[in-house]
């Protein structure tokens, strides 16, 4: 009886159905698990206890193993990387309704206070536009913007002469210059190098990057807000922010406000956008956001230009052939009798192929800025909950092989063609992609 039945034509359709049954819910369950981990992750820590000093090699490593999405536990909070141009662009540029939330973190929260851009949605959004639109209006890429810059390398080139030689460190000085021109396009006033308060703050602006990122961790082990003391630095952050707001920022918002007469820069632009609202009109166009998007915009921009200069100036150094293939395509095309200007990017080729090659072999943001999902979605086949912190591997693109053949070759050449001409590779994205992406970086102007 039981063999008739194991042999029957409808056991087998029954055991077909069950193996299909099975099947779907193998799938199924696949579908809605997170991207692998690197390893266990403990309770409270997460993978944190897993993290090398400095981790840069160790996320290229899991990418190459379990890539391209990995996920992380940073204490209680999962953080998904995401590798390789294709998966970045997919989440960024297709997915960008999801990913484009800046995540509310216990950092964010304190020193951004939801204001300016390290904020989301509606927001968020107003507040970029109007600071496009500002900057454009302020010439932002054109002549005006160049004559500040012109201005600052004049002054920076004649502080390095002074040194007559000796040996020094770089960053000071073009953390000053840098933050020189963003000063000149916000308050629209000449600060010099000899400017005492501006050379201060130059070095606030310095000092809280490099405290940010040893207080970050208080973002994802919440206990260790409570030990005494100022152990990651987090409240010397919050006083050097404070003192960077009051003693530069909302002295000159006042300054401008007393003058009552409008001058070519950002403050007063701003100024002008909140004199420009109706009545009833819900919108976050107001001081408390100016004070906030200038100083995010100093902080965004100083950093991050001075580290490109100080790694231009150390791949220069020991490309000693690079260097004079540069200063001759200066004297070729630009000649002695006057400094190179942002036109001269046409004739200038080898030029602009060395900085794409310093942007794409510095990395400098190698995970960009953090984003957050903004809700659950399904993502290459796996489940990305709500609130998941998101952070592209940038470093994935700029070293691939795939890409690049010898990415850990310094070699400006790849950025020409046979022709000598410039070869825009889409793969470059120092200042990441999407709609949250640097906006100083404006393809209309890279032309
Ligand atoms: C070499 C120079 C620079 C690099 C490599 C760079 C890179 C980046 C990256 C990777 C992001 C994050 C994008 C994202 O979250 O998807 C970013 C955002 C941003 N950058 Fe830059 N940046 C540079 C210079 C500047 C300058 C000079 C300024 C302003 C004066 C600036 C202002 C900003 C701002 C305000 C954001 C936030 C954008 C938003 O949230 O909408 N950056 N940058």
């Known amino acids: 009886m039981l063999s008739e039945l194991i042999l029957s034509e409808s056991f087998h359709t029954m055991l077909l159905g069950m193996a299909l049954a099975l099947l779907a819910l193998y799938v199924k369950s696949h579908k809605t698990q997170l991207p692998p981990t690197p ?9 944190l206890y897993r993290l090398e000093k400095n981790p840069r090699k160790q996320f290229l490593e899991w990418g190459k193993k379990f890539g391209p999405l990995v996920s992380l536990y940073m204490g209680n909070q999962l953080a998904i990387v995401i590798y390789g141009y294709d998966a970045i662009k997919e989440a960024f540029v297709k997915n960008a309704d999801v990913f484009s939330d800046r995540p509310k973190t216990f950092l ?7 204001r300016g851009f390290v904020t989301s949605g509606t927001h968020w959004r107003e507040q970029r536009k109007v600071t496009i639109e500002i900057l454009r209006e302020l010439g932002l890429g054109s002549n005006v913007m160049e ?37 000149a396009l916000m308050f629209g006033t000449d600060f010099r190098h000899s400017d005492s308060k501006m050379a201060a703050c130059a070095r606030l602006i310095g000092d809280q990057i490099s405290l940010i990122e040893s207080a970050a961790v208080l973002n994802f082990l919440p206990f260790l807000r409570h030990l005494p003391g100022d152990i990651f630095g987090f409240y010397k952050v919050l006083n050097l922010a404070e003192s960077l707001e009051q003693g530069l920022i909302k002295e000159q918002i006042g300054i401008h406000k007393a003058n009552n007469q409008t001058s070519h820069d950002f403050v007063s632009g701003y100024l002008n956008k909140m004199a420009e609202q109706t009545d009833g009109v819900n919108s976050d166009i107001n001081e408390e956001n100016l004070t906030a998007v200038v100083s995010n915009l100093f902080a965004a921009g100083t950093e991050t230009t001075s580290t490109t200069l100080t790694w231009s100036l150390l791949y220069l150094l020991h490309h000693p052939e690079v260097t004079e293939r540069c200063y001759s395509e200066i004297v070729t095309h630009i000649g002695k009798d006057r400094r190179a200007t942002f036109n001269d990017r046409h004739k200038a ?3 602009v192929a060395t900085v794409m090659e310093i942007q794409r072999f510095a990395s400098i943001a190698p995970f960009s800025l953090q984003h957050t999902a903004s809700r659950d979605i399904m993502f290459r086949d796996y489940v990305i909950p709500k609130g998941t912190i998101i952070m592209p591997c940038l470093d994935s693109v700029h070293f691939s092989e795939e890409i690049w053949g010898d990415p850990h070759n310094f070699r400006p050449d790849r950025f020409l063609d046979d022709s000598g001409q410039v070869i825009k590779r889409e793969e470059l994205i120092p200042f990441s992609i999407g709609q949250y992406s640097c906006f100083v970086y404006d393809k209309r102007r890279s032309n």
């Open 147 to 183: 004559e500040k810059v012109q201005t600052e390398v004049t002054l920076l080139v004649k502080a390095i002469d002074d040194l007559h030689g000796e040996p020094f460190d770089p960053r000071p000085v073009t953390m000053l210059s840098i933050s020189n021109i963003i000063a």
């Open 108 to 114: 964010t929260q304190m020193l951004g206070k939801d």
């Open 39 to 47: 390893g266990l992750a403990l309770p409270v820590l997460g993978h």
């Open 349 to 351: 080729r080898y030029i």
